[in-house]
């Protein structure tokens, strides 16, 4: 065989836990309306694949039954993990155009407008930015669309519904929780905090022009309840987006509403929650969570807000930000082949990054 179709593709995967490695193999042949694209930038979300390089993600240990929605039961041996990633930017071979995708770490693919979302790329975006159209903004700006819903039920008409105006405290400093507080200050909230132990993220949060509190040097529920006053004995977030993986952050969250607010969780609790203190601010206070996982927008607006709007709001706040998000957001970049090391040293700590990208 000659010709494009001949190069194998290779492929990040995980064959058991701890161990990642490049598999290379022949390209899917092209069938129906399928084409070829190859990948220019891959992104990597540390949380989501980190969990199958460590074997922490609950999926892996327990079946899930889509249609009860309820864990449980036997799951079949996942590894190995062949699909890791969900942040990509490829060429199309016929045409040379960029689109956003889903498909993984890998060199190239056979995308099928049957299966897969194909989100084209405007020429005004820095290609590498394009690593969020697809799937991580989208999560952000579903976060949004949830404290919209939260607030006026299927009555939305923006993203912006839910912060306008309002008081909002982010919890955590990864992308996920930066993303999501660039979307609440584009939308006109009266006030964003980002609150992060970890003073690297909170220096990126501040480069992004973001208020910042280390919840490690002070409390910051009585500070910002303190300046955050609404009413006698009503103070505190209006909303509040935790975007950090740890039930101690879903505490903080908490404790930071105003009664009767909601904290939005767009986070991954892969060891479940025991530190949430449901007897304490969440019983006296009445509050709510509410998570917003990209699997479906809020009851009711499916309709009118789908992937492809959520992608749409992503490349417009990447437009508005595109300076400042490309020199703080993305901090590594590095080559195909090194992508295995990457992984590993990711999840032993050995290295810490932001964003890292696979350049391919």
Same mark, same amino acid.
């Given at each position: 065989?000659? /010709?494009?179709? !001949?190069? @194998?593709?290779? $492929? ?48 892996? %240990? ?30 199309? *071979? ?40 697809? %799937? ?6 579903? /976060? ?32 996920? /929780? ?10 006109? =909230? ?6 992060? @132990?970890?003073?690297?993220?909170? =220096?990126? !949060?501040?480069?992004?022009?973001? *208020? $910042? ?18 009413? =006698? ?68 607006? $499916?309709?009118?807000?789908?992937? *492809? ?29 090194? !992508? ?9 700590? +050995? +290295? ?6 696979? !350049?391919?």
């Amino acid at each position: 065989m000659t /010709g494009p179709e !001949a190069v @194998p593709e290779r $492929t990040v995967i995980v064959p058991e836990p701890g161990r990642v490695e490049i598999s290379t193999g022949d390209p899917e042949p092209l069938t129906g309306r399928a084409f070829r694209v190859h990948t220019v930038f891959s992104g990597v979300s540390a949380g989501t694949e980190l969990s199958y390089v460590k074997g922490t993600n609950p999926a892996l %240990h327990h079946g899930f039954d889509p249609e009860l929605g309820l864990f449980g039961g036997p799951v079949a041996d996942p590894y190995p993990v062949r699909r890791l990633g969900y942040m990509e930017v490829a060429r199309v *071979e016929e045409t040379g155009a960029l689109v956003a995708m889903t498909y993984g770490h890998r060199t190239g693919y056979a995308a099928d407008p049957l299966r897969d979302r194909i989100v084209p790329l405007p020429g005004e975006l820095d290609p590498i930015l394009g690593i969020y159209v697809a %799937h991580m903004g989208p999560i952000c700006a579903n /976060g949004l669309l949830h404290a919209a819903a939260d607030r006026h039920g299927t009555h939305v008409r923006s993203l912006g519904d839910g912060v306008r105006g309002r008081r909002v405290a982010v919890v955590g400093a990864g992308v996920v /929780g930066l993303l999501t507080a660039l979307f609440a200050k584009a939308h006109d =909230a009266a006030s964003v905090v980002v609150l992060d @132990p970890t003073p690297e993220r909170l =220096a990126v !949060a501040a480069a992004l022009g973001l *208020e $910042t509190m280390d919840p490690e040097v002070e409390d910051p529920a009585p500070v910002l309840k303190t300046a955050w006053r609404h009413q =006698a004995g009503d103070r505190g977030a209006d909303v509040v987006f935790q975007c950090r993986g740890q039930a101690s952050a879903l505490n903080l969250a908490l404790r930071l509403l105003r009664p009767q607010g909601t904290v939005i969780d767009l986070a991954f609790y892969q060891g479940g929650a025991d530190a949430v203190r449901l007897g304490e601010e969440f019983h006296h206070n009445g509050l709510g969570v509410r998570c917003a996982q990209i699997g479906r927008v809020p009851r009711g607006l $499916t309709a009118e807000w789908d992937r *492809e709007r959520l992608s749409a709001a992503t490349i417009d706040l990447l437009l508005e930000y595109a300076e400042p998000i490309r020199k703080h957001l993305i901090t590594a970049v590095v080559p195909f082949d090194q !992508a295995p090391e990457l992984l590993m040293d990711l999840a032993a700590r +050995r +290295r810490h990054e932001l964003q890292a990208v696979i !350049a391919c």
